[in-house]
């Protein structure tokens, strides 16, 4: 049971990192991307972070702060929240998510597939 959060979580992470690094390579400007610009985005996202479990958490969370500004308020907005629940998993002694916080990463991540199929 803790293997298939485990990847949910990760799923999550990877969506979303991938979707930070094209914002910050590719966006320089203040301007939103539309919806179809932000999951393109997202879609081609190759970011990955790296160390341990807290530092990773850590440099999502930052991550995901950068990008959500750049996207589409659809997708912007749960990527927002999830800045919120990773930052408060790597404030944690663990650095990683709790199942609590990962159901709610799962139910941002799912508000972004209603836009981006």
């Keep these: 049971m803790l293997k298939s959060r485990a990847g949910v979580v990760r799923s999550v992470v990877v969506s979303a990192g991938l979707a930070a690094s094209l914002l910050l390579?590719?966006?320089?400007g203040t301007q939103t991307m539309d919806v179809t610009a932000s999951c393109a985005f997202l879609n081609d996202d190759t970011f990955k972070p790296d160390g341990n479990?807290?530092?990773?958490?850590?440099?999502?969370?930052?991550?995901?702060?950068q990008i959500a500004g750049k996207l589409a308020p659809e997708i912007g907005n749960?990527?927002?929240e999830m800045a919120s629940i990773m930052d408060e998993a790597a404030a944690s002694s663990l650095g990683a998510a709790t199942q609590d916080q990962q159901e709610k990463l799962k139910v941002q991540f799912n508000k972004i597939g209603e836009y981006c199929k």
């Design 25 to 28: 390579s590719g966006c320089g």
């Design 53 to 65: 479990q807290q530092q990773q958490s850590k440099q999502i969370a930052e991550h995901y702060h």
């Design 78 to 80: 749960p990527i927002k």
